[in-house]
């Protein structure tokens, strides 16, 4: 589904990416770990080309590196930023409805099915956006983009700073996007969301992916989360 | 004293739209792409030109509908293939390429026009008027020219709180990019915001150019207003763009109506001045003189008291 190859990417002349490798199957949940500042936020941006790649992106089996951000949405890949981007002047709808391609519904997900998963949403149907809670903004901006219907979506550490209940929630919503034939690649930092639903995973150290294996594995490798995870 | 008010009241009114017409699209311009376009009002002096020179041979009307449509054409041509490719370059390189753009239209008006005030009319058909209140009349032209300002107005606010489109340009104000990774093509909507922003201030100069005049100096005067207007409202602010444009278009109004001058005002105080003395010029100042410097005077004292403007927001 997308395979990333010797990806680099700069601020300016800081060399944040340097030649990051990694791939993510049809359907399957792939986290994407490291800590603070490895740069995992970068190549999900510069994937999406809001940073300027350098290097391979193939997204079902097509270059996208380089291409407008709104052609590779257009291509079914979906993306849920890490600071959720909510547009606080429209109403909680009305972000859904641009999550929406066309204004014809259609494919995997529909306002009505999010508003049945989330009546806490659905209550706040037609206040704005910038009046919810953290958490409301993270399943908002998770189910928005899923509105587009893609076919693999990007998710910047979405349980970030939120309540447990509300952490539950995300896991939840991630078990059904993954259940529809959904590929994830999930960026994280807490370990036990990640072995708990990951296939696969990736540690990134500086710029570069330093690990990859299964979450089976990692739980024994106790030198690599000392080296690359634990703080 | 009832029909002053009125009178200026509706006048201040007519400019206060047309002051918006240009502040809108100047506000959405800059909300959007953050560029602070110098050049906007050199759309608007194109647009009553064009309509002059589409006057002369098919008539006033002709030049209403087709001048606007030329000028937005430029407008996103010029975002398309100008400031598109300036962007990469940073903002400053932005506000250089605009200011660079204001100067150079100016240029290509006076070479094709002359530096002369142009003869642009009123249509025939609205030269009655409109109606006579305590001996004095208000055209037909003016009653005109507040109705397509307060039909442009409607018309805006429809489509950015009611379509589509609108929603997704509010959106784009806020996080363009996330707009484009939820698959919508922004650099279009970029360029179509643009091209309605020039367009609608070449309507403002289509109306406005037979009353305001068809010189080459009218991107300058009305520009700076503007300019003002947006500082006022507060930068990226539509509904301070339209609280600042009224505000300025009344006070602008009221001055030169009310037409008190020093010598009235001092004589309330019990003050008099020998007409020989030095300052004479000072003591004989009247609010009519004052009118034009109103607008800046206003600019001052709002970025001393409130520095975001009246309905701004501050930096983050
Ligand atoms: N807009 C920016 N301009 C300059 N440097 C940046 C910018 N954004 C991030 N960086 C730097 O690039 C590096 C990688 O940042 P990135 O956001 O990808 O990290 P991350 O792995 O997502 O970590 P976290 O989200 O925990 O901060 C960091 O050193 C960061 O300081
Ligand atoms: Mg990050």
């Known amino acids: 589904m997308l395979e990333v190859a010797d990806l680099n990417a700069w601020y300016g002349k800081s060399h944040v990416l340097r030649g990051v490798s990694f791939a993510v199957g049809g359907g399957e949940i792939v986290s994407l770990l490291g800590r603070n500042g490895v740069g995992r936020s970068t190549t999900v941006k510069a994937i999406m080309g809001e940073v300027h790649p350098e290097g391979l992106i193939r997204f079902k089996g097509e270059q996208i590196a380089g291409r407008p951000s709104y052609e590779i949405a257009r291509r079914g890949l979906g993306y849920v930023p890490e600071n959720r981007e909510i547009f606080p002047t429209l109403t909680v709808r009305q972000n859904l409805l641009l999550g929406m391609k066309s204004t014809s519904p259609s494919g995997r997900w529909s306002i009505k099915e999010v508003f049945a998963m989330f009546p806490l949403l659905a209550d706040r149907a037609e206040v704005p956006g910038g009046a919810l809670s953290g958490g409301e903004q993270q399943l908002l901006s998770m189910c928005r983009t899923l509105m587009g219907d893609p076919d693999m979506v990007l998710i910047d550490e979405p349980t970030e700073g939120l309540a447990p209940k509300i952490v539950e929630q995300v896991g939840d919503l991630l078990r059904e996007i993954a259940s529809r034939g959904v590929a994830i690649l999930l960026v994280e930092q807490k370990l036990n969301i990640a072995l708990r639903i990951s296939n696969r995973l990736y540690i990134m150290g500086q710029g570069q992916v330093v690990w990859e294996g299964t979450p089976e594995s990692l739980k024994q490798a106790n030198e690599v989360r000392a080296e690359w995870l634990e703080v | ?316």
């Open chain 2, 1 to 316: 004293m009832p029909e002053i008010l009125v009178f200026a009241t509706l006048n201040g009114l007519v400019t206060g739209l047309l002051l918006f017409m240009l502040a809108s699209g100047l506000t959405l311009i800059f909300s959007m792409m953050g560029v602070l376009n110098f050049a906007h009002a050199s759309f608007y002096m194109l647009g009553a030109y064009f309509a002059y020179s589409i006057s002369l041979h098919f008539g006033y009307w002709t030049g209403l509908i087709f001048a606007p449509v030329i000028v937005g054409i430029i407008g996103a041509l010029v975002e398309r293939y100008g400031l598109r490719r300036v962007h990469q370059h940073g903002h400053v390189a932005e506000l250089v390429f605009t200011f660079g753009l204001a100067f150079l239209i100016e240029e290509v008006v006076q070479f094709f026009w002359g530096p002369d005030t142009k003869n642009y009319q009123t249509p025939e058909l609205l030269n009655f008027p409109l109606f006579t209140l305590f001996g004095q009349e208000f055209s037909a032209y003016r009653g005109f020219m507040l109705a397509i300002s307060i039909g442009i107005f409607i018309g805006l606010y429809q489509v950015l709180t009611r379509s589509r489109v609108g929603l997704i340009i509010q959106a784009a104000i806020t996080h363009p990019h996330m707009v484009a990774n939820l698959g919508h093509n922004v650099p279009l909507i970029f360029t179509a915001v643009f091209g309605v922003g020039t367009a609608l201030a070449g309507l403002a100069g289509v109306i406005a150019g037979p009353v305001l005049t068809t010189y080459p100096g009218m991107a300058l005067v009305l520009g700076s207003i503007v300019f003002v207007v947006v500082v006022i409202g507060g930068l990226g602010s539509l509904p301070g763009a339209l609280l600042a444009s009224l505000l300025i278009g009344l006070l602008q109004s009221y001055a030169i109506a009310v037409d008190v001058g020093m010598p009235e005002l001092l004589a309330v105080f019990g003050l008099e001045f020998p007409r020989d003395h030095p300052l004479d010029d000072l003591w004989t100042l009247n609010l009519t003189r004052i009118a034009p410097i109103l607008p800046f005077l206003l600019l001052v004292l709002v970025l001393i008291f409130r520095p975001t403007g009246l309905m701004g927001k501050r930096e983050q």
